[in-house]
């Protein structure tokens, strides 16, 4: 049990273009579902916290109008990077979390390469 | 500071114990995490400690922390060759310890 799931789990894009990543819970019901960066070789970073339902909370650094993330069923969270750019390029993973739980879930991640 | 620190690089020897280390910073902190990611993938979590313990036993895991100095650590006994990752602590923080906050990581080489 517990398993989520992202897609896609590699994608290219050029610069300029935007790019749809999704994140679902495949046997629970994520309340709260979470977007992590990770650069080679670094530690996870985190973007933003998004309750089902509501607007995401972005951490300070991150721009909420590039990183769009819509957490419209307690399923599936989407994080869309608009107009994206070659420093974009990363591992994204999402985590996902159930109401009264601790304990965060993480997905295999998409690693997102901007050309 | 902010930074949750871990050294970056561990190698030992298949068979011999590995411990990983990590200083967090937020005392309030309710969870500590560890967790483990092999190349290329996702996060997968090995094992985690209340802050009110001092030690954890799962298998071959034992985790031991010391609230006082903020150190956190992993023991991983007869390591074996599937054991090479990179290792992740994790502090939670904020209300309802919403978020995680991850060390720098450990990569652990286990030497045939």
């Known amino acids: 049990g517990a398993v989520v799931s992202q897609h896609p789990s590699w994608v290219i894009c050029k610069s300029g273009t935007s790019v749809k990543i999704e994140c679902r819970s495949l046997d629970f019901q994520a309340t709260t579902m979470f977007w992590y960066r990770q650069f080679p070789k670094q530690s996870l970073m985190l973007m933003a916290t998004s309750n089902e339902g509501s607007k995401a909370t972005y951490e300070q650094g991150v721009e909420k109008d590039k990183f769009l993330i819509n957490h419209a069923s307690l399923t599936l969270s989407t994080l869309t990077v608009t107009s994206a750019h070659p420093e974009d390029s990363s591992f994204y993973i999402c985590?996902?979390?159930?109401?009264?739980?601790?304990?965060?879930?993480f997905g295999p991640g998409t690693r997102l390469t901007v050309t | 500071g902010e930074d949750v620190e871990q050294s970056l690089f561990l190698s030992v020897r298949e068979g011999d114990s590995s411990v990983i280390n990590c200083t967090y910073t937020d005392s309030s902190s309710t969870y500590l995490y560890w967790y483990k990611q092999e190349p290329g993938a996702g996060l997968q979590l090995l094992t985690y400690?209340?802050?009110?313990?001092d030690m954890k036993q799962d298998q071959r895991l034992t985790v031991l922390l010391n609230k006082k100095d903020k150190h956190l650590s992993l023991r991983i006994a007869d390591t074996q060759t599937g054991d090479s990752a990179i290792y992740f602590c994790?502090?939670?923080?904020?209300?309802?310890?919403?978020?995680?906050?991850f060390g720098t990581g450990t990569r652990l080489t286990v030497i045939p």
């Open positions: 985590s996902a979390r159930s109401r009264g739980n601790y304990e965060q879930y």
């Open positions: 994790a502090e939670s923080r904020g209300a309802g310890a919403n978020n995680l906050f």
């Open positions: 400690i209340f802050s009110n313990m």
